[in-house]
C-alpha cells in the first residue's frame, strides 16, 4: 500500500512539474535547454530557455532600457552605437563600454553582429527581417507604433522582455509603477474642464520643426498629463508615430500655451524673434525635454512612466506642490531601474547638455 501511495505522490509531483514549465512563459512550450516562443508579431521562435540565455543582442535603441528595467542587462552582448551616448548608462554599467555595436540606427552589420555569438536577437522590423534572412540567429521581434493603446502596450513590451529572461517579477514591478503613476496624475486633474486645459506643442529636433498628431503615443501621454496636444489636428498614418515636420507659421497659428524643445534651451527661443509672438515664449512656458536613458519624447518604458508626472508638473504646480520630479526621477531609477542617482545625475536627466 506504502509503495502505491509513494506512486502517486511522485506522479502527481512530476505533473505539477511538467505544468509549471510549460506554463511559465506567455504562449511557450519548452523542450529541453530550448522553448518555442510566440514574439509581439505572432512570429513562433524557438530560443533558449531563460536560464540558458548568456548573450543577447538588443538592436533597437529605444528598447534597450527594458534589459536594465528587468535586470537582465548582463546578458547584452550587441547593442546600437546610440546606446552609448548616455552618460547615465557608462556611469551604472561600466562593463557597456566592452559591448560590441554592430548596429547604427537602422544599418545592420552582420557580420559584426554574428562576431558576437549571440544566443538571441531581439528588434523592429526595420532590423529583424533582415537579420533573420541572412543567418540563423534567433530573433525575437517587437511592435512599434501602437497609437491609442500605448500605457497597455508598454506593459506588454516590459512582460515580454520579462517572459524571454525569466524575469517577471521585475517586468510586473515596472507595469505596477507605470499604473500607479498614471492614476496619481488622474486624480490630481480630475476637476480640470477640458477647455481649461493647456494646449501643448512639441517643437522637436533641432530646427524645432517636428511634431507629433492625433496618431501618436505622444497625444496619450499628453492627455495623461491633464493636457491638449496643440497639434491633433495632424494625422499622418505613413509617419511613425505620427511624426510631421511643420513650418512655424502653422506652430504660431495653433499658439500652444505650453512649448516643449528638444535641442537648445528655452532661453534660445526668448531671445530669438522669430518666436516672440507665441504666447508660450512671451509666458516663459517654454521647457526643454529631459534624457535620462533615452530622450522622454522616444516611445520607451522611461518615457511612458517619467514624461507624463513631469508635463503634469510643469503644466500645474499648484496640484503637484507636495512632489518635487527631482524625487520622482530619484524614485523611478531607485525602484525601477535599480541605480541610487545623485542630485547631479537628476540635473543630467532634466537639462541635457545636446
Not at 62 to 69: C, E, G, L, S
Request: charged letters at 25%.
Amino acid at each position: 500500500m506504502k509503495g502505491w501511495k509513494l506512486g502517486i505522490t511522485v506522479f502527481m509531483l512530476a505533473a505539477v512539474l511538467l505544468s509549471t514549465l510549460v506554463g511559465c512563459g506567455k504562449d511557450s512550450e519548452f523542450s529541453g535547454d530550448t522553448r518555442t516562443i510566440t514574439d509581439m508579431k505572432g512570429n513562433e521562435v524557438t530560443i533558449p530557455t531563460p536560464k540558458n540565455i548568456e548573450r543577447a543582442a538588443v538592436v533597437h535603441s529605444p528598447i534597450i532600457q527594458v534589459m536594465y528595467i528587468i535586470g537582465a542587462q548582463d546578458k547584452l552582448c550587441a547593442v546600437t552605437t546610440q546606446a552609448k551616448m548616455w552618460p547615465l548608462i557608462a556611469k551604472f554599467d561600466p562593463n557597456m563600454a566592452n559591448v560590441a555595436t554592430p548596429v547604427s540606427g537602422w544599418e545592420v552589420n552582420l557580420e559584426a553582429l554574428i562576431a558576437t555569438d549571440p544566443d538571441l536577437c531581439i528588434g523592429s522590423d526595420r532590423q529583424i527581417p533582415k537579420i533573420t534572412e541572412a543567418t540563423s540567429i534567433p530573433c525575437l521581434q517587437i511592435t512599434t507604433n501602437e497609437a491609442g493603446a500605448y500605457f497597455d502596450y508598454q506593459k506588454e513590451e516590459v512582460r515580454f522582455f520579462g517572459d524571454v529572461f525569466g524575469k517577471e517579477a521585475r517586468a510586473e514591478k515596472y507595469c505596477k509603477f507605470l499604473d500607479k503613476e498614471i492614476s496619481l496624475i488622474a486624480k490630481r486633474v480630475a476637476d480640470i474642464a477640458e477647455d481649461e486645459k493647456p494646449r501643448v506643442l512639441i517643437a522637436s529636433e533641432q530646427a524645432h520643426s517636428g511634431t507629433y498628431g492625433s496618431d501618436s503615443y505622444m497625444q496619450e501621454w499628453l492627455e495623461a498629463a491633464g493636457c491638449r496636444n496643440a497639434a491633433e489636428s495632424l494625422s499622418n498614418p505613413a509617419s511613425s508615430n505620427s511624426y510631421v515636420n511643420v513650418s512655424v507659421e502653422q506652430m504660431l497659428a495653433w499658439d500652444p500655451d505650453i512649448l516643449l524643445i528638444t535641442y537648445g534651451s528655452p532661453e534660445d527661443l526668448y531671445n530669438d524673434p522669430v518666436w516672440s509672438n507665441f504666447r508660450a515664449v512671451q509666458d516663459k512656458k517654454v521647457y526643454r525635454i529631459p534624457a535620462g536613458i533615452f530622450i522622454w519624447n522616444r516611445p520607451t518604458a522611461e518615457g511612458s512612466a517619467q514624461f507624463p508626472i513631469w508635463m503634469a508638473m510643469n503644466a500645474y504646480p499648484e496640484l503637484f506642490d507636495d512632489m518635487t520630479i527631482e524625487s520622482e526621477i530619484k524614485r523611478f531609477w531607485s525602484e525601477i531601474v535599480g541605480f541610487d542617482l545623485s542630485d547631479e545625475d537628476v540635473n543630467t536627466i532634466l537639462h541635457p547638455s545636446n
